[in-house]
């Protein structure tokens, strides 16, 4: 009897250790990565982000504070890649690899900076100096939360959709 409760005991034990690791595995990470992909013209445009959650949450001016560098994203920061020279909102801006990083502002015009390191955590190390192009882009409200942020690129540039905002930027 005593080796019968052992063996049950130990086969119980297998199979929560084996649940828990599926339930650990199987979990959603909270702001997954994503990437948008398209064209502008001749160029090809690729954006690389992780997608975080609102959750309930205050957004702009509360998670993300007002008039201060955002990674644009989640974890690593956003990279924003074209294999054409383009034009951004009007301004040179040369083939390559950027971390793209926004700068919310509570007036309603933001600031979209490209940074010439593409790799790097959030915005903790962020070098203005290293910038290849800082421009203006008037956000716009959306009509219903977009819960998880978004990046799509149109024929005519690309938006961040995120909570009640977006902000188109414009690529020629």
Not at 6 to 11: N, R
Request: charged share 25%; net charge positive.
């Amino acid at each position: 009897m005593k080796t019968m409760i052992k063996s049950v005991t130990m086969l119980l034990t297998a199979i929560t250790i084996s649940v828990s690791a599926f339930a650990q595995e199987a979990k959603k990470p909270a702001s997954p990565a994503a990437t948008a992909t398209g064209k502008v013209k001749d160029a090809t445009i690729t954006i690389a982000y992780s997608s975080p959650s609102v959750k309930g949450r205050k957004i702009w001016g509360g998670l993300e504070a007002y008039d201060k560098v955002w990674r644009a994203g989640a974890n690593d920061a956003t990279t924003f890649e074209t294999d054409k020279n383009i034009m951004v909102q009007g301004k040179a801006l040369p083939a390559g690899k950027y971390s793209f990083f926004l700068i919310p502002k509570e007036s309603g015009t933001w600031t979209a900076i490209f940074n010439k390191e593409p790799k790097q955590w959030g915005a903790y190390k962020y070098e203005e100096a290293k910038d290849a192009l800082r421009v203006d882009v008037k956000v716009k409200p959306l009509k219903a939360t977009q819960e998880t942020l978004v990046y799509k690129v149109t024929k005519s540039g690309f938006t961040m959709d995120w909570d009640k905002i977006s902000v188109p930027v414009s690529i020629k």
